[in-house]
């Protein structure tokens, strides 16, 4: 019913920029919170950031002032700009969403991920 895609994963140097993106598609009415998640390798999921339908974001203190997550309602589309990146940044991204569906029902739902590498 709902998909996510996400985007713009790949190697960087430290202290380098990546723009990851997801893509919501589906049966989708409307998008409530959305989210970034990590997980490095050996590692639990870590929580990235988090952004409301009205754009109020939060972070935990380890991306605080280096990353930005952003979305743009109309293209169902999640953005996440990372700047200063460090090689503990290195993990599989992923994003969730809360999506309202047009039968009026909620439901969470993830993507697949993308790889970020850090590594000179």
């Known amino acids: 019913q709902v998909q996510l895609v996400e985007s713009g994963g790949g190697l960087v140097q430290p202290g380098g920029s990546l723009r990851l993106s997801c893509v919501v598609s589906g049966s989708i009415f409307s998008i409530n919170a959305m989210g970034w998640y990590r997980q490095a390798p050996g590692k639990q999921r870590e929580w990235v950031a988090t952004?409301?339908?009205?754009?109020?974001?939060n972070y935990p203190d380890s991306v605080k002032g280096r990353f930005t997550i952003s979305r743009d309602n109309a293209k169902n589309t999640l953005y996440l700009q990372m700047n200063s990146l460090k090689p503990e940044d290195t993990a599989v991204y992923s994003c969730?969403?809360?999506?309202?569906?047009?039968?009026?029902?909620?439901?969470?739902?993830w993507g697949q991920g993308t790889q970020v590498t850090v590594s000179s």
């Open positions: 969730n969403a809360e999506v309202v569906l047009t039968s009026r029902s909620l439901s969470i739902y």
């Open positions: 952004i409301t339908s009205g754009g109020s974001s």
